[in-house]
């Protein structure tokens, strides 16, 4: 038996899809039908009230190239998304983090998606570690987490603690 929730608990009662293709012969054709709240509110268990997601975007102190980087990188976020919060441009490890970085905190699911796709196509060098804000920071950091470059090994040891604690 799985531990994880069926997907489709939803839509037992729900007509089959249609196994029909679009014109382009590959993606399937889908039924209009409601948009999904997904748009404009986290799923549970993400919780919104502090912030919903965080991105942490790491860069190694040893190469100059990397530094410069991330301070205009920082800067060019300030500069272009001052909806966010932004963080201070870390020049050492803190928390779980083993290299410095900084941290950028998105309050609904359109600034996620915004910044995602942003930093796809701006972070450089640079490594993003994203993750959701729920009531359990081990997971949070680890299994609901993505990586966009090169991921680097977490302090997850202090993670377990700060949850057995809260």
């Known amino acids: 038996?799985?531990?994880?929730?069926?997907?489709?608990?939803?839509?037992?009662?729900?007509?089959?899809?249609?196994?029909?293709?679009?014109?382009?012969?590959?993606?399937?054709?889908?039924?209009?039908?409601?948009?999904?709240?997904?748009?404009?509110?986290?799923?549970?268990?993400?919780?919104?009230?502090?912030?919903?997601?965080?991105?942490?975007?790491?860069?190694?102190?040893n190469v100059s190239e990397e530094v410069q980087y991330a301070k205009e990188l920082h800067e060019r976020i300030r500069r272009e998304f001052p909806e966010f919060r932004i963080y201070r441009l870390w020049d050492k490890a803190v928390g779980p983090h083993p290299v410095p970085m900084f941290e950028v905190n998105v309050f609904t699911p359109h600034e996620v998606g915004t910044l995602f796709s942003w930093l796809v196509v701006n972070r450089g060098p640079l490594s993003v570690l994203v993750h959701p804000n729920t009531d359990n920071p081990f997971r949070d950091h680890t299994e609901s987490a993505t990586w966009m470059g090169r991921p680097w090994p977490l302090n997850t040891r202090m993670l377990e603690n700060l949850h057995r604690s809260g």
């Open 1 to 61: 038996m799985s531990p994880y929730k069926s997907l489709l608990e939803d839509y037992k009662e729900a007509e089959p899809l249609p196994t029909t293709f679009n014109a382009d012969g590959k993606s399937y054709y889908n039924l209009p039908g409601p948009r999904s709240t997904a748009y404009e509110e986290f799923p549970k268990p993400i919780n919104s009230t502090n912030s919903a997601f965080d991105f942490h975007i790491y860069y190694a102190p």
